[in-house]
């Protein structure tokens, strides 16, 4: 189980890292503040220029640091607007990737022409969850934008993770938030935030989990709350889905990569699902071999492995594969989604 985390983590959380930490996080806390607003001005004068292209660009972003579920949504949004008519493409930066510094196209819509490596863990997930959506990677947007409507000219660029990527013009900013923003609203890394509160004002259309409206009231942007649904379990091995009632009553041995790794255990525990023991792994991480025989071993005594999509991407690429091992698969609900949809194809077409 996580225990003792260590001060930067509690701080990401949302945690109170405790008063002597406090002492030294605040004036780091300040000189990050400092470089962010610096930032913003030198945009906000055209010293730093944001650079359009000849698409709608929506970018879904959040202002903490950690998992707010982009990728999710992300897919979700891909989803509903190709459903809608929109021809759709994705762009991701394509965290801890190698070959990090090219732009690189991971799928045309119909295979994948990247392996996991070359394009990162959520671009991979991305590119084997979504038919007729192509998915690129590129540290510099608007080079991945402009590679995008150079082969496939799409009506939306969905840019993941965007909200802080000034450089590439946006039509719609949508920004998740969770509880986080509320409990620490302080900023690297005192607290979890990568911008203050205010920067929200940025955004077009704001979606909430846990954070309640009323906490905004001096934002101009819509707003919306949203949640998760664990919708079945995939073995790993046989890829063959299951209903999460079929784990209910056995011991299970959780593992996870996750920048957030505390809110895997917890959508386990809102399901009624038995955690025994556990192990968690830096967001992004690489498996290995080695890896594979700690799972083993810690989970001995346990009924069944489970983890998550993004993490299940990964350990099927490696050669030793884990036995009785699933991964919870979950789907986007907004509330009010009609006219959510409504307000963003509204948008879009104007």
């Given amino acids: 189980m996580i225990t003792n985390k260590s001060i ?8 109170d890292p405790g008063f002597f930490a406090g002492l030294i996080l605040t004036p780091l806390s300040s000189l990050y503040s400092i470089a962010v607003w610096l930032r913003l001005l030198l945009y906000r004068y055209n010293i730093l220029r944001s650079k359009k292209v000849p698409c709608k660009v929506i970018s879904v972003g959040n202002i903490t640091v950690g998992g707010s579920g982009k990728t999710p949504m992300t897919l979700f949004l891909a989803n509903k607007l190709k459903a809608n008519g929109f021809s759709v493409s994705i762009l991701s930066r394509g965290y801890g990737r190698s070959n990090s510094k090219n732009s690189l196209l991971i799928s045309d819509g119909k295979e994948l022409l990247a392996d996991l490596h ?11 969850s979504i ?28 840019l993941d993770d965007g909200f ?3 450089s590439l013009q946006r039509d719609i900013d949508i920004v998740l938030i969770d509880d986080r923003v509320t409990k620490q609203a302080r900023l690297l890394p005192h607290g979890p935030l990568r911008e203050p509160l205010s920067a929200l004002n940025r955004a077009q259309l704001i979606l909430s989990r846990g954070a309640t409206q009323s906490n905004f009231n001096n934002i101009a942007a819509q707003f919306f709350n949203f949640n998760y649904k664990v919708t079945s379990a995939t073995e790993l091995s046989s890829k063959k889905s299951f ?50 025989d700690r799972i083993e071993e810690l989970s001995k005594d346990c009924e069944l492995i489970v983890t998550t999509e993004k993490d299940a991407v990964k350990i099927t690429k490696i050669k030793k594969q884990l036995r009785n091992a699933f991964s919870i698969n979950i789907s986007v609900e907004i509330n009010n989604e009609e006219d959510f949809m409504e307000l963003l194809s509204t ?3 104007n």
């Fill in 8 to 15: 930067i983590e509690k701080a990401i959380a949302g945690e």
């Fill in 118 to 128: 070359l394009a990162g863990d959520e671009p991979y997930l991305m590119a084997n």
């Fill in 131 to 158: 038919s007729d959506v192509p998915v690129a990677v590129a540290s510099k947007r608007i080079d991945g934008a402009q590679l995008l409507i150079d082969r496939f000219d799409p009506d939306v660029i969905i």
């Fill in 164 to 166: 802080q990527h000034l």
């Fill in 243 to 292: 209903p999460i009632s079929s784990m209910n009553g056995k011991k299970i041995f959780a593992f996870s990569a996750l920048a957030r790794n505390d809110s895997f255990l917890k959508t386990l525990s809102d399901l009624g699902l038995t955690v025994s023991a556990s192990l968690f792994f830096p967001d992004h991480h690489w498996y290995r071999d080695e890896d594979i």
């Fill in 347 to 349: 948008k879009l077409k």
